[in-house]
Nanobody
Framework: QVQLVESGGGLVQPGGSLRLSCAAS????????MGWYRQAPGAERELVAV???????NYVDSVKGRFTISRDNAKNTVYLQMNSLKPEDTAVYYC??????????????WGKGTLVTVSA
């Protein structure tokens, strides 16, 4: 069984920063792409950033230049550094990872989400 656990969400003022973390644990052989999604109230879930096993990254246009995704393969952890936060960044942020177990194919896993609120 594999689990993804996010941390680091909270309330921050506009212009502030937060760092989200997501640690994978369980029966893990190898981790492929890791990413962060978000879902604002009344909106669909959207991809925010993704990082491949080779550390190539991609971002949604609205966060380019403000957010940075990174990963620590030794810790099975992905991070999202969020700077210059705006009220429109308010959402539940979900971690996603494609993980292969010792006796299984790659499968997509999700964390339970962490709430980020940007408000004065």
């Amino acid at each position: 069984q594999v689990q993804l656990v996010e941390s680091g969400g909270g309330l921050v003022q506009p212009g502030g920063s937060l760092r989200l973390s997501c640690a994978a644990s369980g029966s893990i052989f190898i981790i492929g792409d890791m990413g962060w999604y978000r879902q604002a109230p009344g909106a669909e879930r959207e991809l925010v950033a993704v990082i491949t096993s080779g550390r190539s990254t991609n971002y949604v246009d609205s966060v380019k230049g403000r957010f940075t995704i990174s990963r620590d393969n030794a810790k099975n952890t992905v991070y999202l550094q969020m700077n210059s936060l705006k009220p429109e960044d308010t959402a539940v942020y979900y971690c996603n990872a494609h993980i292969r177990g010792y006796n299984s194919a790659y499968k997509a896993y999700w964390g339970k989400g962490t709430l980020v609120t940007v408000s004065a």
